[in-house]
T-cell receptor, first 117, second 111 residues
Framework: DTAVSQTPKYLVTQMGNDKSIKCEQN?????MYWYKQDSKKFLKIMFS?????LIINETVPNRFSPKSPDKAHLNLHINSLELGDSAVYFC?????WGQGASNTEAFFGQGTRLTVV | RKEVEQDPGPFNVPEGATVAFNCTYS??????FFWYRQDCRKEPKLLMS???SGNEDGRFTAQLNRASQYISLLIRDSKLSDSATYLC????????????FGAGTQVVVTP
C-alpha cells in the first residue's frame, strides 16, 4: 500500500487550462502539504493543512487553490495554467505536532510532473 | 541569500571511498535539521535527522554546528546505491512543520 499517493503522475496541458492534482495519505497523519520542485530542483512549500484547516499559505498565486475534503486528502486545483507553472508537485504528510515542536518525518508522494505547453 | 545553501556538486566518489559535504543555514532560529535523499525523478525520503551531539546511522554520520550554522553529512565506504541527491532540510521554531530545503548536493559513486 502506498503511504502517500498522488494522481496523475504526469500531466501535460496547454496554457490557460484548469487542472487538478489529487493526493491521499493512508498514514493517519493530521498534516498534509503541497511542495513545488522547479527546474533547478529546489523544493519549496506552497501550502500546509492540519486536519482540514489551512495553516501555511506561502506566496502562491491565487490561481492555485488547495482543497482538503478530509484529513486524508489534499487536492490542488490550478486555474489558467501558465508556462512557469511547469514543475514537479509533491504532496506530503506528517504527524501533527503543533507549533514549536520538532523532529518529525515528512512522507512524500511520488510527484506529479506538470508540463504546460 | 537562500535560507539553506548547499554545494550542488556533483561529488564523484569511487566506490568504497568517503565523501563529506556541508550545508549552511541562515536563520539562527532554526530548530530541527534533517538530511533527505532524492533519487532521480523520485520523491525525497528521510535519510536521517541531525542531532546537536552528532549522530551516526550505519555508514552515514551527520553533524550539527550551531555556532557556525552548518550541518554536514559524511558517507563512509560509498556504495553505488548511494548515488543520489542529498537534500539538507531545516525547520524553524513555530513554523508548523514547514520544511526548508536546500537545492541538494549530487553524489555520484563510480565503480
Amino acid at each position: 500500500d502506498t503511504a502517500v499517493s498522488q494522481t496523475p503522475k504526469y500531466l501535460v496541458t496547454q496554457m490557460g487550462n484548469d487542472k487538478s492534482i489529487k493526493c491521499e495519505q493512508n498514514l493517519g497523519h493530521d498534516t498534509m502539504y503541497w511542495y513545488k520542485q522547479d527546474s533547478k530542483k529546489f523544493l519549496k512549500i506552497m501550502f500546509s493543512y492540519n486536519n482540514k484547516e489551512l495553516i501555511i499559505n506561502e506566496t502562491v498565486p491565487n490561481r492555485f487553490s488547495p482543497k482538503s475534503p478530509d484529513k486524508a486528502h489534499l487536492n490542488l486545483h490550478i486555474n489558467s495554467l501558465e508556462l512557469g507553472d511547469s514543475a514537479v508537485y509533491f504532496c506530503a504528510s506528517s504527524q501533527e505536532w503543533g507549533q514549536g515542536a520538532s523532529n518529525t518525518e515528512a512522507f512524500f508522494g511520488q510527484g506529479t510532473r506538470l508540463t504546460v505547453v | 541569500r537562500k535560507e539553506v545553501e548547499q554545494d550542488p556538486g556533483p561529488f564523484n566518489v569511487p566506490e568504497g571511498a568517503t565523501v563529506a559535504f556541508n550545508c549552511t543555514y541562515s536563520n539562527s532560529a532554526s530548530q530541527s535539521f534533517f538530511w533527505y535523499r532524492q533519487d532521480c525523478r523520485k520523491e525525497p525520503k528521510l535519510l536521517m535527522s541531525v542531532y546537536s551531539s552528532g549522530n551516526e546511522d550505519g555508514r552515514f554520520t551527520a553533524q550539527l554546528n550551531r555556532a557556525s550554522q552548518y550541518i554536514s553529512l559524511l558517507i563512509r565506504d560509498s556504495k553505488l546505491s548511494d548515488s543520489a541527491t542529498y537534500l539538507c532540510v531545516v525547520t524553524l521554531t513555530d513554523s508548523w512543520g514547514k520544511l526548508q530545503f536546500g537545492a541538494g548536493t549530487q553524489v555520484v559513486v563510480t565503480p
